[in-house]
């Protein structure tokens, strides 16, 4: 693959530049560089191998030559900017790249792919991606925003620490080959995955985007654990019911509690003893 080919392949997406490297520390690093350079909205950064990526929480994302997707799409427009403003907060972003992984896996392969929130999408409880995005800003003007999202899709492709039967990890890592049982053009889901993100993004702001990552959500209505990552002893434990308008992930606890959390790390978490009835939630009409 070279970029003149690849640009050949994505010429019917509405892209607003391409930049291909056969081997790069990390997209989103690239991609930022880029921005310096006042690059356009949609501008895509993409590499055949990723060494020095990273995940949310400072998780480190490698990306072996040929093995996998690894790219980021620099959004500048500025209804994306604005909402990112409005919520204070990326999740909605985080969400357009899950529910573009997720709708090219269905779409494609008819994978039961679905979003574990906030970033990451699962096979089968077997994690396959993951989105991390990240706010640039120019003194206190916010100028864009990048938004890197790694697939898997050969074996090659999944840590093999991500295996390790004496510390089980909840969500081991897979890979879209293994998933599908043969292998996988990486270039033809990426143009799939492309089409859905644009499709998406169009829809941001409305109702229906929110009702559509809610409907892919993995976990829903189960018992989990959400644990903060930046409070240790912040540990919150509930049935997971909705999102809310901000993309935060809405549980509800044993005493009936319901709680909008904006950050932390799902665990599964066996339900309470004795019986337990949710209350209905409402949402406002949009």
Not at 19 to 34: I, K, L, P
Not at 38 to 46: N, S
Request: charged share 20%; proline share 6%; hydrophobic share 45%.
């Amino acid at each position: 693959m070279n970029q003149q080919i690849l640009e050949t392949q994505l010429q019917d997406l509405a892209l607003g530049g391409l930049r291909y490297f056969e081997s790069v520390g990390s997209t989103n690093d690239e991609a930022a560089n880029w921005i310096k350079a006042d690059c356009p909205d949609l501008a895509l950064v993409i590499t055949n191998e990723q060494n020095a990526g990273r995940g949310r929480g400072g998780r480190k994302w490698f990306s072996p030559a040929g093995s996998a997707l690894a790219f980021s799409l620099v959004l500048r427009a500025e209804d994306q900017i604005n909402l990112l403003l409005k919520y204070q907060n990326t999740a909605r972003l985080n969400g357009l790249g899950a529910l573009a992984v997720c709708g090219a896996l269905q779409a494609k392969f008819g994978l039961p792919a679905r979003i574990k929130w906030p970033n990451d999408v699962l096979i089968a409880d077997q994690k396959v991606a993951g989105v991390l995005a990240e706010a640039h800003w120019l003194g206190s003007e916010l100028t864009a925003v990048v938004l890197g999202i790694g697939v898997n899709v050969s074996p090659a492709s999944v840590p093999a620490d991500d295996w390790d039967t004496l510390n089980p990890h909840p969500f081991p890592a897979t890979c879209v080959e293994t998933a599908l049982g043969r292998p996988v053009d990486r270039w033809e889901l990426l143009h799939a995955l492309l089409a859905e993100l644009l499709k998406w993004r169009k829809r941001l702001s409305e109702q229906v985007f929110l009702q559509a990552w809610e409907a892919n959500l993995a976990l829903r209505e189960q018992w989990v654990q959400v644990i903060d990552p930046g409070m240790v002893s912040s540990t919150k434990t509930g049935r997971i019911l909705a999102l809310g308008e901000d993309g935060s992930l809405r549980l509800q606890s044993e005493s009936g509690e319901v709680m909008d959390l904006r950050a932390g790390e799902i665990h599964p978490s066996d339900p309470p003893l004795g019986g337990f009835r949710l209350r209905p939630v409402d949402r406002p009409e949009k």
